[in-house]
């Protein structure tokens, strides 16, 4: 560790202790979001001062104590801590996802919506590939009669089989409801088509508020409809100006800034593409930690009235709802091509805990309660479903979907009871509880070009000097804790995502510095720019180091097609280094300034390059190459 380092460590020291002063301050206030905000920042800075403390022992004097912020590093990566335990121990949740019932089930009214709760396994959901997780929570609308069921209990049937492969590709997570309401159905099938439009989910935030009501369609017929809203909106822990920062005046809270999927046109090739060195001012911070989370699911509740009377056209109604269940099941696979979620970038907007929606009691005349909405929850493309260590879904394409709990059956209403020596029952069967589910999300990122380069090198400054995606940018490392995607647009309408990989060090594949929770991300990136820092000397021995890493994480990863990108040449000490680049590496570097917009060009045209070879590649091998 060289002095310069030492001097990084101390400022960053100093920032801590201005960052402990303005979380004192808020919390004195009582202004927890922004304490939370200005706790992740001190955490990142942590990190990054163990990280540093593990290479030179020496500089365990200047650390300051670990933080306080829980955060644990789960098997597949960062996890939010307390989410299981925590969770089951409310015990208040009380649905029964309304998985399928059958005919005879639905005859029956339902009673009470116990807030019972049970575990439900379901292995058979573990071989599904999907990108949502949906969460139907709710019974079935008992009503002895016929039932007003929609499409909210289209999924139902399936679920109570244990099918529950019927997570088609949709990019939600859903939660259905059994017996819900008529609004509840309205609602789920606003949910259906939604899922083809993608204007009618809900935001992780907003669906944690469904999730803490009661059972009654009543609550859920109040909530509205949440228009889509981008994931970084939902997010706290978005920062804008890293003047501000700095200026220790007070810590802006700016969404937009830190968008990080966004586009900006170039024309095919070299030619004049617009290089927007002005937008470099708007820097931002993320420190979201949610990179991989736990987080609980339930049904919904079933809930059933009693039903004391009427027996009508019960049987016959029976049969149509039932009918009508399993084919519109079947036409689910079908509505995932239309819904496309992209627009959520991190898993930061995806609470820990939800609940289902629960089901409608059944009512007089036979008639069933409505199955609860099904409870959609948004989750960036490249999300891993795991229970336990099993992944259950690979939600790696727009749209893709996987039910995450399903709800209880519903009760048997009076009319089940009905005999020949009891003509008028009394009797009825309260509804099953929904399931419940401790489920793990993990994003591995999904996009055509990685940036990996060692902290600092410039990597967020080169996204965002070819696209529209801002990631933090700031003079220390380990800026950039969560990857960002930005999208290069070229004239021919071709779409290049190329993600802004953290920092990758020496002993990364041994988790230093974060290094599995990053080096995961590259996984899913065809093709890689290695990003080479010339202002630092020897700059050559990054590349094998990376390459190094790269290949005891997974084996092959470095033989990926790549190109090396060295940056920094506005400097003139790193332009000096540039032959001697060349001549080590014995290839060619493609040598830019991110900071100046200096020959960035030629790194397009060589992307477009790697992305045509990437696609005639696929093609060749009878695949479907990443379109984005
Ligand atoms: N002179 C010069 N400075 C640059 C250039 N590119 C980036 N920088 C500076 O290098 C520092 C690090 O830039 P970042 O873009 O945050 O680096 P990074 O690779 O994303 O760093 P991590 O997120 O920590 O991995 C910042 O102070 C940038 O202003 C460049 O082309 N020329
Ligand atoms: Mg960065």
């Known amino acids: 560790m060289g002095h310069g380092d030492i001097c990084d460590t101390r400022q960053m020291l100093d920032e801590n202790h201005h960052l402990i002063q303005c979380i004192l301050d808020y919390q004195s206030k009582g202004k927890t979001a922004e304490c939370t905000q200005y706790q992740q920042i001190l955490h990142r800075n942590l990190v990054y001062l163990a990280t540093i403390a593990d290479s030179n022992q020496n500089m365990q004097s200047l650390l300051p104590a670990p933080p306080t912020q829980s955060m644990t590093l789960g098997p597949g990566g960062l996890s939010q801590s307390g989410s299981a335990q925590g969770l089951h121990s409310q015990g208040s949740l009380s649905d029964a996802i309304g998985a399928g019932l059958p005919p005879s089930s639905l005859m029956q009214a339902q009673i009470g919506n116990g807030p019972n709760h049970v575990s439900l396994q379901q292995t058979a959901q573990s071989t599904l590939p999907t990108t949502s997780m949906s969460m139907s929570g709710s019974g079935h609308g008992s009503g002895p009669g016929y039932s007003h069921s929609g499409p909210a209990s289209q999924s139902v049937p399936l679920q109570s089989q244990g099918a529950i492969s019927n997570y088609v590709s949709r990019a939600n997570i859903n939660m259905q409801s059994n017996p819900v309401s008529m609004m509840h159905q309205q609602a789920a099938s606003s949910h259906y088509s939604a899922a083809q439009g993608g204007s009618q989910h809900y935001q992780g935030q907003s669906m944690a508020m469904m999730g803490q009501s009661g059972q009654g369609g009543g609550v859920m017929g109040q909530r509205p409809m949440a228009p889509y809203r981008p994931s970084q909106q939902g997010s706290s822990q978005q920062y804008l100006g890293q003047e501000e920062y700095y200026g220790g005046e007070q810590y802006g809270h700016g969404q937009a800034a830190s968008e990080p999927m966004s586009q900006q046109y170039y024309p095919d090739g070299h030619g004049d593409y617009a290089y927007q060195p002005a937008s470099y001012t708007d820097q931002s911070y993320d420190r979201s930690f949610e990179d991989s989370t736990q987080h609980y699911y ?9 039903q004391q009377t009427g027996y009508q056209q019960g049987t016959a109604q029976q049969q149509t709802y039932s009918q009508q269940q399993y084919p519109n099941q079947q036409s689910y696979p079908g509505q995932q091509q239309g819904y496309v979620d992209q627009q959520v970038k991190s898993l930061s ?8 929606f629960d089901g409608e009691d059944g009512g007089r005349k036979n008639c069933f309660g409505r199955n609860g909405a099904v409870l959609y929850i948004r989750v960036p493309v490249g999300t891993l479903v795991k229970e336990g260590n099993e992944v259950l879904a690979d939600l790696s394409r727009p749209g893709d979907e996987f039910i995450a709990a399903v709800g209880g059956t519903g009760g048997k209403g009076n009319r089940f009871f009905l005999a020949n020596d009891n003509r008028a029952p009394t009797t009825c069967t309260p509804g099953q509880p929904g399931q419940e589910r401790v489920l793990f999300l993990e994003l591995k990122t999904v996009a ?8 600092n090198a410039g990597k967020s400054s080169l996204l965002r000097a070819i696209s529209n995606a801002r990631p933090a940018v700031a003079a220390y490392p380990f800026t950039t804790l969560n990857p960002h995607v930005g999208i290069v647009h070229y004239e021919d309408h071709q779409q290049i995502a190329v993600a802004d990989i953290p920092g990758i060090i020496r002993g990364a594949h041994q988790n230093r510095g974060l290094g599995l929770a990053f080096l995961r991300h590259i996984e899913r990136c065809p093709f890689l720019l290695f990003l080479v820092d010339l202002s630092v000397p020897e700059p050559w021995t ?3 180091d990376l390459k190094y890493e790269l290949e005891q994480y997974d084996e092959g990863l470095s033989k990926r097609p790549y190109t090396v990108v060295a940056n920094k040449i506005d400097l003139p000490q790193a332009r000096a280094r540039l032959p001697q680049l060349q001549a080590r590496l014995g290839q060619e570097a493609i040598a830019l300034s991110a900071a100046t917009g200096e020959n960035l060009e030629e790194l397009l045209l060589r992307l477009k390059e790697l992305h045509d070879h990437h696609v005639a590649t696929e093609l060749e091998h009878g695949r ?3 379109r984005w």
């Open 298 to 306: 339930e049904g919904g509740n079933s809930q059933y009235s009693q």
């Open 624 to 626: 479907q190459p990443l």
């Open 542 to 544: 990054q590349l094998d």
């Open 448 to 455: 055509h070009a990685g940036l990996v380069g060692f902290p």
């Open 349 to 356: 907007s995806v609470l820990s805990r939800y609940q289902g």
